[in-house]
């Protein structure tokens, strides 16, 4: 059985920082694409960043230059670090993992950048 247990959300100011980690059971990350959605309320779910299994990554417009995604194939991991944080960042955050057909999600974590 597959498992995607996200963790590392909460509350944090404008200007901070968190780091998102996604651990998987039942798969290898390095042999999927890997990668962070996000959905805010009322909209749909939005591409954050993906690495795939060759190392190559991608980021939403919105992110760029401000988050960087990282797999840790010893913890069998993938990991989000958002600094500069916004407000328009709070959303819950997904973890997915790619090799079709197979295609699996994590449950969520809330991020909220508030003051």
């Known amino acids: 059985q597959v498992q995607l247990v996200e963790s590392g959300g909460g509350l944090v100011q404008p200007g901070g920082s968190l780091r998102l980690s996604c651990a998987a059971s039942?798969?290898?990350?390095?042999?999927?694409?890997a990668g962070w959605y996000r959905q805010a309320p009322g909209k749909p779910r939005e591409l954050v960043a993906v690495i795939t299994r060759g190392g190559t990554t991608t980021y939403g417009d919105s992110v760029k230059g401000r988050f960087t995604i990282s797999g840790d194939n010893v913890e069998n991991t993938v990991n989000l670090q958002m600094n500069s944080l916004k407000p328009e960042d709070t959303a819950v955050y997904y973890c997915?993992?790619?090799?079709?057909?197979?295609?699996?999600w994590g449950q969520g974590t809330q991020v909220t950048v508030s003051s």
């Open positions: 997915n993992a790619v090799r079709q057909p197979y295609d699996y």
């Open positions: 039942g798969i290898i990350f390095a042999f999927y694409d």
